[in-house]
C-alpha cells in the first residue's frame, strides 16, 4: 500500500540551528501539506502545496520557515533559525485531491527536539 | 470562526461498550468532516467522514451522527475493543484551496 514516508523520525537540535525535514508524498498526490502537533496536543496546520507553490499557510509559517519540492518526489520543510517552542512532532501528509473532496494520508511524523 | 471544538479531552469506556466523541463548529461553509484515528508513534489516519446532506454514516462499528442545525457532529464506536484505544480527532474543511482543520483531539482508552 503506498504510503508517505518522513525523514528522519526523530532530530534533535540546537537552538538557532537549521533544520530540514524531507517528505516523500505517494506518487500520484497532488495536494502536500506540513501539520505539527506538539506533544499531546491537537494537529496544527502549517502550509499547504499545491502546483509548485505555497497555497495556503497559518500564522505559524513566518519567515523562518519555507517549503520545497526540488525534485518531483521529494517535499522538504525548512526551519531556518529553531527555537525551543519548534519543539514537535511534524507531519507530512498529501492527497490526491482537495481534502475537501479526498482522504489526507499522513506519515508517521518526524519529532524534533531543539535543545 | 476556524475552530473545531472536541469533546472530551479523554474517555475511558469498558470493552463491549459505546464511546462517544463530541464536535462542534460555527463556520456554516464548512462542509467536509472526516474523523481521524491516531494509535501513539503514527501519523493520524482517516477513520470515516460524513458531509452536511446526510445526517448519519455507518461503517461497520462507527458511526458520525451530524446534527447541521446545531452544529455538531459526533463519532459513536459501538461494542469498543481495546484496540480502539487511541486519539480521535475530529476535522473539518471546506470547498475552495483551504487545509482541513483539527479539534483537540479524545485519547480514548477502552479496558477489559
Known amino acids: 500500500e503506498p504510503e508517505v514516508t518522513q525523514t528522519p523520525s526523530h532530530q534533535v537540535t540546537q537552538m538557532g540551528q537549521e533544520v530540514i525535514l524531507r517528505c516523500v508524498p505517494i506518487?500520484?498526490?497532488?495536494?502536500f501539506y506540513w501539520y505539527r502537533q506538539i506533544l499531546g496536543q491537537k494537529v496544527e496546520f502549517l502550509v499547504s502545496?499545491?502546483?509548485?507553490?505555497?497555497?495556503?499557510k497559518s500564522e505559524i509559517f513566518d519567515d523562518q520557515f519555507s517549503v520545497e519540492r526540488p525534485d518531483g518526489s521529494n517535499f522538504t520543510l525548512k526551519i531556518r533559525s529553531t527555537k525551543l517552542e519548534d519543539s514537535a512532532m511534524y507531519f507530512c501528509a498529501s492527497s490526491e485531491r482537495h481534502p475537501n473532496t479526498g482522504e489526507l494520508f499522513f506519515g508517521e511524523g518526524s519529532r524534533l527536539t531543539v535543545l | 470562526q476556524q475552530q473545531v471544538k472536541q469533546s472530551p479531552q479523554s474517555l475511558i469506556v469498558q470493552k463491549g461498550g459505546i464511546s462517544i466523541i463530541n464536535c462542534a463548529y460555527e463556520?456554516?461553509?464548512?462542509?467536509?468532516f472526516p474523523w481521524y484515528q491516531q494509535f501513539p508513534g503514527k501519523g493520524p489516519a482517516l477513520l470515516i467522514a460524513?458531509?452536511?446532506?446526510?445526517s448519519e454514516k455507518k461503517e461497520g462499528r462507527f458511526t458520525i451522527s451530524f446534527n447541521k442545525s446545531a452544529k455538531q457532529f459526533s463519532l459513536h464506536i459501538m461494542d469498543s475493543q481495546p484496540g480502539d484505544s487511541a486519539t480521535y480527532f475530529c476535522?473539518?474543511?471546506?470547498?475552495?484551496?483551504?487545509?482541513?482543520?483539527f479539534g483537540k483531539g479524545t485519547r480514548l482508552s477502552v479496558i477489559a
Open positions: 476535522a473539518a474543511s471546506m470547498r475552495g484551496n483551504t487545509p482541513l482543520v
Open positions: 463556520n456554516t461553509a464548512f462542509d467536509y
Open positions: 502545496f499545491y502546483n509548485n507553490e505555497i497555497s495556503e
Open positions: 460524513i458531509r452536511p446532506d446526510v
Open positions: 506518487s500520484n498526490h497532488l495536494y
